[in-house]
């Protein structure tokens, strides 16, 4: 009988649902997925470009549809399109008795839009429609960029059933913006008789790349006053954005939505994999445990936590003065928290695409190896 992890039960008991930020098809079909859902709590996946072009670039597990594809004439697009859609089908297969026994809280695998759309109303829609038609799985999540456009796309979305895995989020004006576009993707939704339980989603709020972009300020400042700030700012963005999200989901609003079946959108913490030695590998999933939350993580913080977290309980609702100090001693010393997080959101899209792009190559490649010789096609649609 497997037994879980007393440090990882410990953070599932606060609360956090513990996603994999990892997929790869030799995991689904090893049973590795299914190890890591019964041994350490993982109860969802998600996705993202680079992790499929590194699995589709090692070892053989996809030769097969390729050759496949290849046979067929396949584009590059849409190989991208099928090897994709088919490894997070099976997950979600994997996953599914997760999904019914959470009554569809978890057991959730997530998707990327072709993020060259980020700034594309419509297509990321269309691009939503198709990943949500292709899949045709109740528990994947179609993830859309929280971008100015991204915002009517996820209320498009949510409105037609889609359930939504809200990426790329930064700072807290932005946030409150994905909330509002998701409650009025929920009234839309109602209004055409759509069965409001179905519907769930989730808001990526991103963790340590706020603390890269914000030490390296901080060094180049260079006072002691700056440099105690240090690894700091990442969560308490995040504990704020939490104390925002208690704040809209206690609302009139919001429940005359849960009356009618809704289930609240969740805070995800994304990007907490530690970047800096200084820093606890584990300190992006122990500081900010709390009730109501996903928590992804790649598979090395995961590692860590089972090996050395220290959970302590809730970390967030008893420190949001604490974190708001934080942020108004980081514009005493001279870091502006509008300039990191519009920044960061630019470099977040760029390095979005920059992994669209390697994993149209690395398919590109393969397809070519496999005796076809597809023409990449150029810019989005």
Known sequence: MATTNPRIKALSDVGVSIWLDDLNRPMITSGDLQRLIDEQDVVGVTTNPTIFATALSDGTAYNEQVADLAANGADVELAVFELTTDDVRNACDVMRPVYDATDGQDGRVSIEVDPRMAKDTDGTIEMARRLWQQVDRPNVMIKIPATEEGLPAITAALSEGI??????????????????????????????????????????????????????????????????????????????????????????????????????????????????????????????????????????????????????????????????????????????????VDLLEVEGLQKFEDSWGELLGSVESELTKAGGAPEKQEAAR
Do not use: C
């Open 163 to 340: 359930s939504v895995n809200v990426t790329l989020i930064f700072s807290l004006d932005r946030y409150r913006g994905v909330m509002n576009a998701f409650l009025t993707g929920l009234e839309q939704a109602r209004e055409k008789g759509i069965d409001l339980s179905t519907i769930r989603s989730v808001a990526s709020f991103f963790v340590s790349r706020v603390d890269t972009e914000i030490d390296k300020r901080l060094d180049e400042i260079g006072t002691d006053e700056a440099k105690a700030l240090k690894g700091k700012a990442g969560v308490a963005n995040a504990r704020l954005a939490y104390q925002a999200f208690q704040e809209v989901f206690a609302t009139s609003r919001w429940q005359t939505l849960a009356d009618d079946g809704a289930a609240v959108q969740r805070p995800l913490w994304a990007s907490t994999g530690v970047k800096n030695p200084d820093y606890s590998d584990t300190m992006y999933v122990v500081d900010l445990a709390v009730d109501d939350t996903v928590n992804t993580m790649p598979p090395k913080t995961l590692q860590a936590l089972a090996d050395h977290g220290e959970v302590k309980g809730d970390q967030v609702t008893d420190h949001y003065d604490e974190a708001r100090e934080v942020l108004n001693e980081l514009e005493r010393v001279g870091v502006s928290y509008r300039d990191v």
